[in-house]
């Protein structure tokens, strides 16, 4: 497994362009809705500025969107045979796709700390706390190995890249809208606020909103315990649908 974060970190060094290019779309998310919705007081936000406010969603959905198309990289290394080569390696299949779910936190890491100077910039007031600070990207490395594991799962059932980039981006949307990124989940109707609380991003926001804007680290444990259930289900799952994407 440190084997394919050491990888993915040689990746970066020789091509950050990817990083570079998916962090444009979570900063004008700040910079134009965040800074526009901020002059609108009708979202309760408890006292907490509205650009303050969903600068947590911004950054977990920024990236679990490196996360879900990180299975890209599994369709071209299977059309390529590379997967193959590493079923001869002496590891589990589950060590492996663990171990690439896994590198893809290096990459939203990577993300966040792109993402967190610009939002300084336009005048989001984090907590300046560094054991907080590192037990927020903890949990965001966490979280984007789970989407990384439901990538790996889409492609061990797409056999194209087109077919896999639409479904992808059918999962990101939803979850980033029926989660607490943009709004309190007692605004929504009731039956998306069922959906909300199955939804791991909604942990992920409040552990990470509580960490960096709030202080309120009330709730952090169940989070926290909800995002490790949901990486242990994920990496079982994908690690059973190993096979499907070697075949």
Do not use: C
Not at 4 to 25: N, P, S, V, W
Not at 224 to 235: E, G, K, R, T, Y
């Amino acid at each position: 497994m440190f084997a394919m974060i050491e990888l993915e970190l040689r990746r970066l060094k020789h091509d950050r362009t990817e990083i570079y290019t998916r962090a444009i779309q979570p900063i004008l998310w700040l910079a134009v809705y965040g800074t526009v919705m901020s002059h609108v007081k009708a979202i309760p936000t408890d006292g907490i500025p509205y650009l303050d406010y969903i600068t947590p969603g911004v950054l977990l959905q920024s990236t679990i969107f490196v996360s879900v198309f990180y299975g890209l990289t599994i369709v071209w290394e299977r059309e390529t045979g590379i997967l193959k080569k590493l079923l001869v390696a002496p590891a589990s299949r589950y060590a492996t796709v663990i171990g690439r779910s896994v590198a893809s936190g290096v990459r939203a890491i990577f993300q966040v700390l792109i993402i967190i100077p610009v939002a300084l910039l336009i005048g989001v007031d984090f907590i300046f706390n560094p054991l907080y600070f590192l037990t927020a990207i903890l949990i965001i490395f966490l979280v984007s190995g789970g989407f990384a594991a439901i990538s790996i799962l889409i492609a061990s059932l797409m056999k194209t890249r087109e077919r896999f980039m639409g479904i992808g981006q059918a999962i990101i949307m939803p979850l980033f809208f029926v989660s607490n990124s943009l709004y309190p989940i007692k605004l929504m109707p009731t039956v998306l606020q069922y959906f909300a609380y199955f939804n791991p991003l909604t942990y992920a926001v409040d552990a990470v909103r509580g960490l960096l804007i709030s202080g309120d680290i009330r709730n952090l444990l169940p989070d926290i315990a909800a995002i490790v259930i949901f990486d242990v289900a994920m990496f079982a799952v994908a690690s059973i649908s190993f096979s499907k994407i070697i075949e």
